[in-house]
């Protein structure tokens, strides 16, 4: 029934949960990772909330109050603007297709 029409439209509000993680000996929420999923995101033109959460590692993405991606905020490429970055792509794709 549903086909490309259904998906997430243009300027969704994305919710973009991160927790602290461990660098040079000290754990710390860090936004540096985040740069490259933010740049995609905004990019298709959604608009970003950054909220810190106290899960280590962590990186969460809600749209509509529903978890629709997940990751080790590690896993992440390290600044950026997130084009050549495999999860990144996975995230986009992931808001695009939620509803």
Not at 1 to 28: D, I, Q
Not at 50 to 74: A, M, Q, T
Request: with cysteine; charged share 25%.
């Amino acid at each position: 029934l549903c086909s490309y029409t259904c998906a997430m439209p243009r300027n969704a509000l994305v919710t973009l949960k991160f927790g602290p993680y461990e660098s040079c000996g000290m754990v710390e929420h860090r936004k540096y990772r985040l740069q490259g999923l933010r740049a995609v995101l905004l990019a298709d033109g959604h608009e970003v909330v950054l909220e810190e959460i106290p899960d280590w590692n962590s990186v969460e993405l809600i749209v509509n109050g529903e978890n629709v991606f997940r990751c080790n905020i590690k896993d992440l490429d390290f600044g950026g603007d997130g084009l050549l970055d495999p999860l990144c792509e996975e995230a986009r794709k992931a808001v695009l297709n939620a509803y």
